[in-house]
């Protein structure tokens, strides 16, 4: 799938907008200005690398994000429904952890997480169209998010630590000591953790399911990828495009 200049606009703009209705200050001002400081990049991740995971294309991230904060805001009035006690944690660290939930995906401060792939057989036959940044220091994803916050100034509470670590539930080995406890004493005291999970997972099969059901349904899931046809830029694009001072970045965001 590939968002057009405007989708990808457009989608930042919610994004932000999520920021300034769920995040108080004076968090909310730091908070804008650190996602304004890297805007050109994060505004055009991909969420993934690769194709068979989830929206592994530009502003693949900003979208996803989106829609886990949607999915977790309606988990939350699910689980209320049911009897869930949503005293243990605010609406803002439930928003908070779902928009910072996979932000160690953007790398460091000098450095992208995920750069165009260069192999042209493994972006053809493994479905590649990024690589790992080997200039990057490894760290997994929550981590790295944790500190890019604290060194920007941006503090959270132990709600949102937790649930930003937690958030891909028992498919991270690391988490099961949150997850596995058969005692009382030892289980989480919020249900926040289990809520941003359960969204963070409905985002992804919701994406996987738009990008490859109709794949499957036509007989292109395996199909080389097609290739993109030159076409003039519209008004919208140009203007998108002029935004971007990033040399670089300006091209990636001109081959959508």
């Avoid at 999970?197 to 292109?220: C, Q, S, V, Y």
Wanted: hydrophobic share 35%; net charge negative; with cysteine.
């Amino acid at each position: 799938m590939n968002l057009t200049a405007e989708q990808i606009q457009n989608n930042w703009g919610v994004f932000l907008g999520f920021i300034r209705e769920h995040i108080s200050s004076p968090r909310k001002e730091k908070l804008l200005d650190f996602y304004n400081q890297y805007a050109e990049r994060i505004m055009l991740m991909p969420a993934a690398h690769k194709k068979e995971y989830h929206n592994a294309f530009p502003g693949g991230y900003v979208e996803h994000v989106i829609r886990v904060v949607r999915c977790a805001l309606k988990q939350h009035q699910l689980w209320a429904d049911e009897g869930v006690d949503t005293s243990t944690y605010t609406i803002e660290e439930l928003v908070f952890a779902a928009i910072n939930h996979d932000l160690g995906k953007m790398g460091d401060e000098e450095n992208e997480a995920y750069i165009p792939q260069t192999d042209e057989w493994r972006r053809n036959k493994l479905g590649e169209d990024y690589m790992h940044n080997d200039k990057i220091a490894f760290a997994s994803v929550p981590d790295r998010g944790l500190y890019l916050l604290q060194s920007h100034g941006v503090q959270y509470t132990f709600n949102e630590m937790v649930g930003i670590q937690t958030h891909d539930g028992l498919y991270d080995e690391a988490n099961k000591k949150y997850f596995m406890g058969f005692t009382p004493e030892v289980k989480p005291r919020t249900s926040l953790p289990y809520i941003l999970h359960f969204a963070d997972m409905m985002a992804a099969r919701i994406e996987f399911e738009r990008e490859w059901l109709p794949r499957f349904k036509n007989g292109t899931a395996k199909a080389a990828p097609v290739k993109k046809t030159t076409n003039t830029p519209s008004a919208t694009k140009q203007k998108a495009l002029g935004s971007v001072k990033s040399e670089g970045l300006k091209s990636l965001l001109d081959s959508i």
